[in-house]
């Protein structure tokens, strides 16, 4: 080639060559104008030596031509392959920034900017793999940061020789290292720091040798040093093969435990325990992104919700964001896989057992078996336990164990099949190692169906010992405490929850039914009528039946309980939740919440409902933190999430809350509370045609009066007035044969602006003692009668803090 300063000033094919950017062994870098187009562009010209080399030519063009083929914001655009009178060169995009090596300098990024960056470069090598292309030289020198902080992966398809033998792998790969970024001047000095194991052993590579480099480049971007360094090519190689590099806390305490696990499997050294695609390892950094920006957010709390509404942070949907949501955890929640040989294993996730059976009437009992075994396992210090409803999300589903617990978080998964023939009982349950992908323990139990009590005893005290959890003698007599030692009872409860966790009004009816009967059989089961007083509340507090009814059977069926046992979190639970809407007496409602969580810190439930409690008495910061813990706990349950979005809603943060409601509904459309709150939402942001929807979906899903009462709302509000008085006046036509509350006409009066009806029928919704009417305060319905002097009033009979 000429003399490199000869070239500038010179119109090469269509570009004018404008200056010198870098050299460096692999060639040398211009940056030129395109004529034809008007833009600034890079050329890379072959060197010299490779001229001649026809090998090297069609390996160069071939390669070229595939990665010009990638048209990704993540990757170095290539325009164009010349060959201009024998002189071959690359037109590429050209860019402002400076490589990933220059930016790091010997120092870590911030763990913002290593999260951002990170999600972006596995972004542009998922695109490059899909197409079949791999780079084989990912390292710091080879990504460009630009200005406004974008990713670009260089140097795709340039000249790498096609190794004839495993030495010459090795000296390919060294070789290649040598290439030059686009932008930056003088010669790179060569590394193998960034090979993977296969590269090192120079075997056949495949897509998954990027991600393993990848990973060593995340290592230096946290921690400022090399993953693996050392004083001569044999040493880097020894610890690439046979050494895992110091844990990232080790080097900064600040960065999260999740960020090391994901560093860690990418530089596993057997490719089957790796990632196995860019893509899944971007999901992971995008739920570790998530999940920081939630704890920073949290922190922030909730806004207060009457007066002026200050700035607020988003706290957003704590979902994992791949094939399998995952969701909604926290930082602190997230456990390192790393951990010593023979450690104990602090994580664990009990999936639904699987109903072997085939008969839909035996179901109640392999999901019993399973929470059951969930909430005895919750109650052993230093085990988290994935709570029921996140567990259940997996029912039935084939995905992979090994990636269910990397959704989830865990170290360790249960698993269980449980076949009934007459009364005889067949439970195949395992634990595995999540991690190793082993099992730590297998059983197969052929029990009586009498004998199901003992069984779950037997499961529960097995677990615990595989998982080589040091139990305090406490702990060891709470795996084998009974609630009742009547099997028929226990059933019947079991029957319960099954019909409790439905959350609709036919489940709670069955679920009434079935803990009645399990009392009968055992009037000393003192779970059953914690059940009972739990399931009460809700048919009073969404308008089926009255809260004179409800409301007293709840507290007496918690009180029951406490006598029974004064230990039962779900006693307490149900009676605050009578407390908060029946009697409004706010301070002895918070203690028995606060009751609840002292006895059973881990109940999602409890902090669920604590959470609304905060919100509607003017505790905005408490409200944020209380359901941040269940979400924390249960990231996936329907209802913890709906409220969430009811707890943006009465802060009238509505974009949040729709995004919060839309994704809880993407978890399942057919959950009926979702659809309530986000036509609430709606409505609030003056969308009451989607308003509508929402709330036609509702009375699809959840048949009865209290749902047609918004209906009525939602069509006053669109001027449609002969629409809702129709539902106005079927409905006090179905009052005279069933009840119908108050507060449901006066939803429909207020869509009709009628106001001194609203007042009427909010008045008689005093004296039903409706539970709506704590939020009466905070709805977004009510601020066209907030000047009323009435509406004080109703206020203050409420007991709200003023």
């Known amino acids: 080639m000429q003399g490199a300063d000869s070239l500038i000033g010179q119109t090469i094919s269509h570009y004018r060559i404008l200056e010198k950017l870098g050299g460096g062994g692999m060639g040398v870098v211009y940056k030129a104008e395109d004529l034809s187009l008007g833009r600034h562009v890079a050329l890379k010209f072959l060197p010299e030596d490779l001229r001649n080399d026809s090998q090297a030519l069609e390996r160069f063009r071939r390669e070229a031509r595939s990665a010009s083929a990638l048209n990704h914001p993540n990757i170095c655009t290539i325009h164009e392959i010349g060959d201009e009178s024998g002189r071959l060169f690359i037109a590429m995009e050209l860019l402002d920034g400076e490589t990933l090596k220059h930016r790091m300098t010997n120092k870590a ?52 020789v096609v190794p004839s033998s495993p030495s010459a792998a090795v000296s390919e790969s060294a070789t290649a290292a040598t290439q030059e970024p686009l932008t930056s001047s003088g010669a790179t000095m060569g590394t193998i720091a960034y090979m993977s194991p296969e590269q090192a052993r120079g075997e056949e590579l495949d897509a998954r040798t990027d991600l393993f480099s990848f990973g060593a480049v995340l290592y230096e971007m946290a921690a400022g040093r090399l993953a693996f360094p050392g004083s001569s090519t044999a040493v880097v190689h020894e610890a690439i093969l046979n050494r895992a590099p110091p844990p990232l806390t080790r080097a900064n305490p600040d960065l999260p435990q999740a960020l090391d696990r994901i560093v860690d499997k990418a530089l596993e050294k057997h490719r089957k325990l790796r990632y196995q695609s860019a893509a899944e390892l971007r999901a992971d950094l995008q739920r570790l992104k998530r999940d920081t920006e939630s704890g920073r957010t949290m922190a922030q709390g909730l806004p207060a919700s009457t007066g002026s509404v200050p700035t607020w942070r988003r706290m957003p949907f704590l979902l994992t964001g791949g094939a399998v949501l995952a969701a909604l955890l926290s930082v602190a929640a997230w456990f390192t896989f790393f951990r010593p040989q023979g450690k104990a294993i602090d994580s664990l996730a009990v999936l639904p057992f699987v109903n072997a059976s085939g008969d839909a009437n035996t179901e109640y009992l392999s999901d019993g078996i399973a929470e059951s075994l969930i909430n005895e396992l919750t109650q052993l210090r230093g085990l ?75 499961i529960a005290r097995e677990i615990s010992q595989n998982l080589r959890l040091h139990l305090t003698g406490e702990e060891t007599q709470q795996l084998s405490r009974r609630y009742t030692d009547n099997p028929e009872a226990y059933q019947l409860y079991l029957k319960g929850r099954f019909y ?88 002895k409602a918070e203690g028995y919440f606060q009751q609840a969580i002292t006895l059973n810190p881990s109940y999602p439930t409890a902090h669920q409902w604590y959470s609304l409690f905060l919100q509607v008495t003017g505790r905005s910061q408490e409200a944020a933190a209380e359901i941040k813990r269940a979400v924390d706990l249960d990231p996936f349950s329907l209802a913890v999430n709906q409220q969430v979005g009811s707890i943006y809603y009465l802060a009238r943060h509505y974009d949040e809350a729709i995004e919060q409601l839309r994704r809880t509904i993407e978890l399942d459309a057919n959950f009926p509370l979702s659809h309530f709150q986000l036509g609430r939402v709606y409505a609030a942001k003056g969308r009451h045609r989607e308003a509508v929807a929402e709330w036609q979906r509702y009375s699809d899903l959840s048949p009865g009066s209290f749902p047609l009462g918004y209906l009525g709302y939602g069509y006053g509000r669109l001027g449609d007035r002969a629409q809702a008085l129709r539902i106005l006046e079927e409905l006090k036509a179905g009052s005279r044969k069933e009840f119908v509350s108050a507060y449901t006409f006066a939803v429909i009066y207020a869509g009709l602006n009628d106001k001194d009806q609203v007042f009427a029928s909010l008045q008689q919704a005093l004296q039903e003692r409706t539970a709506f009417l704590i939020w009466v305060k905070l709805d977004t319905m009510w601020d066209p009668f907030r000047s009323d002097p009435r509406f004080a009033d109703l206020v203050r009979r409420v007991g709200l803090p003023q």
């Open 500 to 587: 409790w966790n439905k959350r609709t009004q036919q489940g709670f009816l069955k679920a009434i039914e079935y803990y009645q009967q399990a009392i009968d059989k055992d009037p000393s089961y003192g779970l059953a009528y914690a059940g009972l007083s739990e399931s009460y509340p809700p048919l009073s507090t969404f308008g089926w039946f009255p809260a004179h009814d409800m409301m007293p059977k709840a507290k007496a069926a918690a009180h029951k309980a406490l006598e029974i046992d004064p230990n039962l979190a779900e006693a307490y639970t149900g009676l605050a939740l009578a407390t908060t809407y029946y009697d409004w007496d706010w301070p």
């Open 109 to 160: 990024l911030s763990l913002e900017e290593t999260i951002e960056l990170g999600i972006q470069i596995a972004d542009g090598l998922s695109g490059a793999h899909e197409r079949g292309i791999i780079h084989r030289d990912i390292k710091p020198a080879n990504i460009f940061v630009t200005q406004r902080g974008h990713a670009k992966i260089l140097d795709f398809g340039l000249a790498k």
């Open 384 to 458: 988290r336990v994935t709570a029921r409803n996140t567990a259940f999300r997996y029912k039935g589903s084939e995905a992979d164990l090994q990636k269910i617990a990397q959704d989830l978080h865990v170290n360790a998964v249960v698993t269980g099949r449980v076949l009934q023939r007459g009364d005889t009982l067949i439970v195949q349950t395992e634990l595995v190692d999540a991690e190793k992908g082993s099992q730590l323990w297998g059983q197969q139990y052929n029990r009586k169906l009498s004998d199901v009590l003992t069984l779950q005893e037997d």
